[in-house]
């Protein structure tokens, strides 16, 4: 059994390995940069506990006396922080791998919530019809005439004000994910309702209502399916822009709180340190975030080359 369940799984690395999208990434440099340096990047961060020389979040391993030492390439540095300390004395190194696990978290998170609420409401607007299709889709709409920071701005500030900074940063990382998640939906709503409209009228369809198959079921069994590939291509790019975001609301104070360091705050805490020398403490994070996203954003490329027939060349 154990053997066969071995073959099988080879057989099916080795088919996704020779299709079209295996052919692709082999002969495709950039692609196969960019994914291995997201897997460095995801492994060191989801394994921040045991890689990480110091721990950011135990009061007991940070001293302020060890503030703003440079990085061990700088005069004046000390070898046990490789990349320097903070204004808070804590180590660069250990708090990027806490705060890039943070950010990576917050992104996926909120990408899940998008791709829940923008595929269901796509898949009913498009199914359905008539004045639900309407109304969800001029709801779709006014959304997306406003830009996601702000929404998130306003919201935030209002929670913020509503439950009191020590509860809002006690609870930051769920305010995010929802703010994130709840403001991006019509990005994949609209895309799943066109694959829907395409895909309501086939043949498969028919034959699935005639065996007696519920609305949920076809949608979700059968129309579903072959919106897959526009789906991955949205999240892999709504991933970059939801960090995007998790920075950006951090940096002006309305994201994760400096005791719970995220790429964000790190680079917001040590902006006021640039012009006194300490560098550092921006401009590391700073090109770990420019990295990560990058890197999200070509394979997101890739992804919608490949997965777009009239892209894709072979």
């Not at 978290?105 to 898949?123: P, R, T, Y």
């Amino acid at each position: 059994m154990s053997t066969l369940s071995t073959n099988t799984e080879i057989s099916r690395w080795s088919k996704i390995w020779n299709s079209n999208m295996g052919y692709s990434f082999r002969r495709n440099p950039v692609a196969i940069v960019s994914l291995a340096v997201f897997i460095v990047i995801a492994i060191m961060s989801l394994l921040a506990p045991l890689i990480a020389p110091f721990d950011p979040y135990d009061p007991a391993q940070i001293d302020i006396m060890n503030s703003e030492y440079p990085p061990v390439w700088v005069d004046g540095s000390d070898p046990q922080f490789i990349f320097g300390t903070d204004d808070q004395g804590r180590d660069l190194w250990s708090t990027i791998l806490y705060g890039t696990r943070l950010s990576l978290m917050i992104g996926l998170c909120a990408v899940a919530l998008q791709a829940f609420l923008g595929i269901s409401i796509g898949l009913i607007a498009g199914y359905v019809g008539g004045r639900i299709d309407s109304l969800l889709m001029r709801m779709a709409d006014i959304q997306l005439s406003f830009s996601t920071l702000m929404v998130a701005i306003i919201f935030l500030a209002v929670t913020q004000a509503m439950f009191g900074s020590e509860t809002f940063n006690q609870y930051a990382i769920y305010f995010l994910v929802a703010v994130i998640g709840v403001a991006e939906w019509p990005q994949y709503a609209r895309t799943v309702r066109a694959t829907v409209l395409a895909e309501k009228k086939k043949e498969y369809v028919d034959s699935a209502r005639v065996l007696g198959f519920g609305p949920l079921r076809i949608m979700v069994r059968h129309i579903l399916p072959n919106s897959l590939s526009p789906i991955f291509v949205i999240s892999t790019v709504q991933v970059a822009n939801a960090i995007i975001s998790e920075a950006s609301l951090s940096f002006l104070g309305l994201g994760m709180p400096p005791s719970q360091p995220s790429l964000g705050s790190l680079i917001s805490s040590g902006f006021d340190y640039i012009f006194s020398g300490s560098w550092w403490i921006t401009a590391i994070p700073g090109v770990v975030l420019v990295v990560l996203v990058l890197v999200i954003n070509l394979l997101g490329d890739w992804m919608r080359d490949i997965l777009n027939p009239k892209l894709y060349k072979g």
